[in-house]
T-cell receptor
């Protein structure tokens, strides 16, 4: 199994600022993803973090708003840029390993 | 468009009874379907995966069925306990790549 940690666990940010969320996995994995869970909603896939190349974004999500880095097979960052209150969500990192999806504990973001 | 529906109403049952949760999907032919448990403030935890050519899968007190004709999965918890109280999410993998589409989840409350 894969153990995933995220930093920060929560944050309160001002409108117009940016926040970078870190995701660390305890083993090397090929497939790493970022999801968002808005209040009272289910999870929505933001993008696939590709090691050594640009992330692949899902419909409705763009690189300028959610830049992603994946420098190696155990680490990724997601930046939420130019934040607005609508970005208040839980952001979750996940990895896909042998037909099992593992999720991090999430980063709870509140934008004022 | 692809759609996954779970009963949005909370399910309240008595301890010891069997809980049955439903997941219906449309416009989709998944290779497999997964069930997750999510506790408040935490990331989802993988429970079971069932493939399209499998009718039923069991793990301890959990049982999942998958009917690709009805486009439906049922998730059963037998001999339910208060500790089983949580939100249960159904998810489909679009292309066997780990990119999941989630239902909105059903909250289960098991009363002692």
């Amino acid at each position: 199994s894969a153990v995933i940690s995220q930093k920060p666990s929560r944050d309160i940010c001002q409108r117009g600022t940016s926040l970078t969320i870190q995701c660390q996995v305890d083993s090397q994995v090929t497939m790493m993803f970022w999801y968002r869970q808005q209040p009272g909603q289910s999870l929505t896939l933001i993008a696939t973090a590709n090691q050594g190349s640009e992330a692949t974004y899902e419909s409705g999500f763009v690189i300028d708003k959610f830049p992603i880095s994946r420098p190696n097979l155990t680490f990724s960052t997601l930046t939420v840029s130019n934040m607005s209150p609508e970005d208040s969500s839980i952001y979750l990192c996940s990895v896909w390993d042998r037909e099992t999806q593992y999720f991090g504990p999430g980063t709870r973001l509140l934008v004022l | 468009s692809q759609k996954i529906e779970q009963n949005s109403e909370a399910l309240n049952i008595q301890e010891g009874k069997t809980a049955t949760l439903t997941c219906n999907y449309t416009n989709y032919s998944p290779a497999y379907l997964q069930w997750y448990r999510q506790d408040p403030g935490r990331g989802p935890v993988f429970l079971l995966l069932i493939r399209e050519n499998e009718k039923e899968k069991r793990k301890e007190r959990l049982k999942v069925t998958f009917d690709t004709t009805l486009k439906q999965s049922l998730f059963h918890i037998t001999a339910s306990q208060p500790a089983d109280s949580a939100t249960y999410l159904c998810a489909l993998d679009r292309s066997n790549t780990g990119k999941l589409i989630f239902g909105q989840g059903t909250t289960l409350q098991v009363k002692p």
